[in-house]
């Protein structure tokens, strides 16, 4: 059994910084991929920053030199350092993983996260 554990998120006002956690628990043979994605009310959840297969990087581009996503393949941990923060970037922030376990594909999702940025 897998399961993704998110903390951070919060209120915080534009210009500012704040930073997101995602641990992975249970037996992983291999990471495929991790990262974050976010979802605002009316729109489709979205691509915010990822680790490809390849261990690249995939920033959506409204993100691009203000997020900087992290990993620590030892403990399963990825992190979203979110600064110069808009109010756009208002969502719930949801941590991803797909991978390999016990021979078997999977994809995990955390629990979600709201970060609301004020004007």
């Known amino acids: 059994q897998v399961q993704l554990v998110q903390s951070g998120g919060g209120l915080v006002q534009a210009g500012g910084s704040l930073r997101l956690s995602c641990a992975a628990s249970?037996?992983?043979?291999?990471?495929?991929?991790m990262g974050w994605y976010r979802q605002s009310p009316g729109k489709q959840r979205e691509i915010v920053a990822v680790?490809?297969?390849?261990?690249?990087?995939n920033y959506a581009d409204s993100v691009k030199g203000r997020f900087t996503i992290s990993r620590t393949n030892a403990k399963n941990t990825v992190d979203l350092q979110m600064n110069s923060l808009k109010p756009e970037d208002t969502a719930v922030y949801y941590c991803?993983?797909?991978?390999?376990?016990?021979?078997?594909?999977?994809?995990?999702w955390g629990q979600g996260t709201l970060v609301t940025v004020s004007s």
């Open positions: 991803n993983l797909r991978g390999i376990s016990g021979y078997k594909s999977l994809e995990v």
């Open positions: 249970g037996s992983i043979f291999r990471i495929n991929t």
């Open positions: 680790f490809t297969s390849g261990g690249d990087t």
